[in-house]
């Protein structure tokens, strides 16, 4: 990696222990991200994170960037960190890029193998990253109509710790540009998050290439939402949003489907979307709707 320290020298150990309590210490932070964790001493690392969660209280968050395609390689490595820790969920990206690439594949596999499937409180959830991005040594392709449904998958479910890429938010400038993904409506998805995707989830994934999940919300964030995606022709879901919400009309926040959604006295409703789309259904009326109006 171009950097020589040896973790196992006491005064290596010494120097780096204390510059980690001084951040602890000094700075803002309640977290850290390990880079390229595959190439240095396992037990400095385990060393380290005990002493900042220890002696600074619960609640840091710990990443590792262990780039692995292997599930077991993953696990076993949190095992013997006392999953006191999170790893990026190499695998998941994998399958977003295989299906991405693969005409009718069946989505009910996207996380098959993964990290986030197996060990949620301990899988940090991504599409793309620095090293994943085009032309980069970890390179995974990631077709552009499939993003969104990507992103959905991380941001609006329960499972994981979503990571979105400044690259797909901002755009990649440079050599090689690119403008931003998701028909720059990632802002939009991110904001269904912090408003709506809370509470219990129901899962749809009875059909292999139409995918649909409900939020249930919370007491204090009553809400919810309804996502449908699909990647082939326009899908349809039948899905329980709850009897609370029986005669409301729910709308696309994302606006790529103008149907509106009558919510009937059983708290079903018929959701929608787009030929190899996606949409995010939430009422009409939710607290927080304006927002998406306005230029994110």
């Not at 150990?13 to 001493?41: M, N």
């Not at 002493?51 to 599930?71: A, C, R």
């Not at 959604?261 to 708290?267: F, K, L, N, S």
């Amino acid at each position: 990696m171009g950097s020589d320290l040896d973790y196992a020298h006491p005064q290596v150990e010494a120097d780096v222990l204390a510059w980690g309590k001084w951040l602890a210490q000094t700075l803002p932070l309640k977290g850290v991200r390990f880079d390229a964790i595959k190439h240095y001493s396992e037990d400095f690392l385990r060393k380290f994170i005990t002493i900042l969660d220890e002696t600074y209280g619960q609640g840091w968050f710990f990443v590792g960037e262990f780039w692995k395609d292997s599930l077991d390689d993953m696990t076993r490595y949190l095992d013997r960190m006392g999953k006191k820790f999170s790893l990026f969920d190499a695998p998941l990206v994998y399958n977003f890029s295989q299906i991405s690439k693969s005409s009718g594949a069946d989505l009910r596999k996207v996380f098959d193998d993964t990290l986030v499937a197996s060990m949620p409180v301990n899988a940090v959830t991504l599409v793309m990253n620095h090293d994943t991005q085009p032309y980069q040594a970890l390179e995974a392709p990631i077709e552009g109509w499939f993003k969104p449904l990507a992103y959905a998958l991380i941001l609006l479910r329960g499972e994981g710790y979503p990571c979105l890429f400044y690259g797909d938010l901002y755009g990649i400038k440079g050599e090689h540009p690119f403008p931003p993904a998701c028909g720059g409506i990632l802002p939009k998805l991110a904001l269904a998050r912090k408003l709506y995707a809370y509470g219990k989830q129901a899962d749809y994934f009875d059909y292999a290439t139409c995918l649909g999940w409900v939020r249930y919300g919370t007491w204090d964030r009553r809400a919810g939402c309804a996502v449908v995606l699909s990647n082939a022709g326009p899908g349809e879901k039948r899905m329980h949003v709850g009897e609370v919400h029986a005669g409301e009309v729910w709308t696309d926040v994302l606006g790529w489907s103008d149907r509106e959604v009558r919510i009937g006295d059983d708290g079903f409703g018929d959701f929608v979307c787009g030929q190899t789309s996606v949409s995010v259904f939430v009422n009409r009326d939710a607290e927080g709707r304006g927002k998406f109006a306005e230029k994110l």
